[in-house]
């Protein structure tokens, strides 16, 4: 039961530093990044809905999506329709691939050959929130080398 409580503590406190912090631990789809890093190592976060998706003419394994902005985070302001040549990541996951017709978030890394984040449903509002809270600190920090292109 000690070990229990002891644990339950611990997380708490986890927690705790966590939200005090502003949210500045790992996002879901960066790859131990910090929040901030995260948002400082991607050059496009946006919300939208597919407009199409194709394979990228020369580029194996990319691809390029066409995306109808309804919301930009990173750049503050970009294009209605924005095309966004990245990594597919349908190539590893199929659950993960890209389709016409999907409202997402996509965070588009720095780096050239990583995959882009891609967030639909609940995980783009958790996401969505994730950078709004780090957008600010992220324009403090530089992108860690691992993450640079």
Do not use: Y
């Not at 996002?27 to 199409?52: I, K, L, N």
């Amino acid at each position: 039961m000690t070990r229990i409580r002891s644990a339950a503590v611990g997380m708490a406190v986890a927690a705790s530093a966590l939200v005090a912090c502003g949210g500045g631990g790992p996002a879901r789809g960066d790859r131990g990044q910090s929040a901030p890093e995260w948002v400082a190592c991607s050059t496009t976060m946006v919300v939208g809905d597919v407009a199409s998706v194709a394979a990228s003419p020369g580029r194996k394994g990319r691809i390029s999506v066409t995306l109808d902005a309804t919301q930009w985070l990173k750049p503050a302001r970009g294009q209605r329709r924005v095309t966004l040549d990245v990594v597919d990541p349908g190539a590893t996951d199929a659950r993960r691939a890209v389709k016409a017709g999907q409202h997402l978030l996509i965070a588009v890394p720095e780096r050239d050959g990583v995959e882009p984040g891609v967030f639909r449903g609940e995980g783009l509002r958790l996401e969505r929130d994730r950078i709004k809270k780090a957008l600010h600190a992220a324009g403090k920090v530089n992108c860690p080398s691992p993450w640079k292109s």
